[in-house]
């Protein structure tokens, strides 16, 4: 039994805390605020298993251009946060060469293999069965060659996970989503998609969860003392926790400055998104609903339906522009025209690396300490896979490459 502090209760260093716990460690959870309202607890509840592609694909970096020039389209950057994302954008259009794109489809696939059977297994390690279906995922699109581009890509998906998939004409998708009243070209549906019942209420559940079987501190951490004798914590307020033997960094985006701190180097930006949750609408939709050519999606959650979506590269702290919220409301009645006014809005900041890769990895300089960050669009899926992994590595177990933080070094 190792004494373990965990940096974050977002669902990363919640679901890591999780799996610790099961492994009979003496765990401790630190968060700035353990009662808040982190991406974790907004995002879009789906457990995405086959989402393989990194984001810089090389398709992608013929439309970068035409959506910079839209300030409300699905990607966006502020441009007075610019110079300072310099570095992270350059290693993003790097990352867009084909070999990059079979590397990262190998090693997220590797992860999706047991993305599901961990959350399974850490809903019951928590006693939460039942939060979690297989919703199924249809994607719309307003031409054929965006159905023809998003077939194709199904297709790559399939020979790695061998997940299913069908092409369906406007009549067949508004069988299975009858609100899709609005012209599109084609939709391609994907039943291998699971959604969670609503992110906040599965993150508090874990949070509960750690309350009952670790200690949860309110403190926002500055800083490590790494001593002979174990790692203290040092939290801005100046107080010290009690030593531990391990220390997991899953503080999301803000984990860059603690890496930094230790001498080692990281890529972690914020592709910040925005939705609006409705929840008196009296209907709700079948399954998700992708709108392939704009960035975002449409999720029922088991309480109201999410719209939202979409990348703006800014820093973590620039204020919100909520028109882009809006922006997506207004394209999604393009298609389904029953969508009303009126909904709460919501930020979050996806805690991006440039290679579409998370870090989950040893400090190679200290190997008690760990880290569990830079999940960017697929932080809920790949939480609890995750999880396990940081409890292997405490355990001894084997660093895996591809997630190294070595390669920023
Ligand atoms: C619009 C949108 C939709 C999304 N949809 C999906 C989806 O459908 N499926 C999916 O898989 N992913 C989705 N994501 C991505 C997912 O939400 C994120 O990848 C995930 O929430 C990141 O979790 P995290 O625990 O790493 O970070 P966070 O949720 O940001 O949690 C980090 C925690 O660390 C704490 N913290 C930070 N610094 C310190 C410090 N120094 N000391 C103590 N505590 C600290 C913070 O207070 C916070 O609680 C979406 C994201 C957005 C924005």
Do not use: C
Request: aromatic share 6%; charged share 15%; glycine share 10%.
């Amino acid at each position: 039994m190792s004494r373990v502090h965990v940096i974050g209760a977002g669902i990363v260093g919640s679901a890591a805390a999780t799996w610790l716990v099961d492994a009979g460690h003496e765990v401790t959870v630190f968060d700035t605020e353990p009662d808040g309202l982190p991406t974790s607890s907004g995002n879009a509840a789906l457990i995405a298993l086959p989402e393989i592609a990194p984001l810089a694909s090389p398709g992608i970096l013929t439309a970068v251009p035409g959506w910079l020039l839209d300030p409300l389209g699905p990607l966006t950057v502020r441009w007075q946060d610019l110079p300072s994302m310099l570095p992270w954008l350059l290693a993003f259009l790097r990352s867009a060469a084909p070999s990059h794109d079979v590397h990262v489809r190998q090693a997220l696939g590797g992860l999706m293999q047991t993305a599901l059977s961990d959350h399974h297994s850490m809903a019951r390690i928590a006693g939460m069965e039942g939060h979690l279906r297989q919703s199924g995922y249809i994607s719309v699109h307003s031409t054929p060659q965006s159905v023809s581009a998003a077939l194709q890509e199904a297709e790559r998906v399939k020979a790695v996970l061998g997940y299913a998939y069908e092409a369906l004409d406007p009549a067949a998708a508004r069988r299975l989503v009858p609100q899709l009243e609005g012209e599109f070209a084609g939709a391609v549906h994907q039943p291998g998609y699971w959604m969670v019942s609503n992110p906040l209420t599965v993150l508090r559940h874990y949070q509960a969860f750690l309350r009952s079987k670790a200690t949860v501190v309110a403190g926002r951490v500055a800083g490590m003392e790494q001593g002979a004798e174990g790692v203290t914590l040092v939290l801005t307020d100046g107080s010290r926790s009690a030593s531990a033997d391990f220390v997991v960094v899953a503080a999301g985006v803000w984990s860059r400055e603690l890496v930094r701190q230790g001498g080692l180097k990281v890529l972690l930006e914020t592709e910040r998104g925005y939705n609006t949750t409705f929840t008196d609408l009296g209907w709700n939709l079948a399954m998700p609903v992708g709108f392939g050519d704009h960035g975002f999606i449409a999720s029922p959650l088991v309480d109201g339906l999410r719209v939202g979506g979409a990348v703006e590269l800014a820093k973590p702290e620039t204020s919100p522009n909520y028109g882009r919220a809006k922006a997506m409301r207004a394209k999604m009645r393009r298609y389904v025209p029953s969508l009303p006014e009126g909904g709460t809005e919501w930020m979050g900041r996806r805690p991006s690396t440039p290679d579409s890769l998370p870090v989950i990895s040893r400090n190679p300089r200290d190997k008690r300490i760990l880290y569990a960050f830079g999940h960017g669009h697929l932080g809920l899926t790949l939480s609890a896979v995750t999880g396990r992994m940081i409890a292997e590595l405490v355990a001894g177990g084997p660093d895996v490459p591809a997630f190294s933080i070595q390669r920023f070094q």
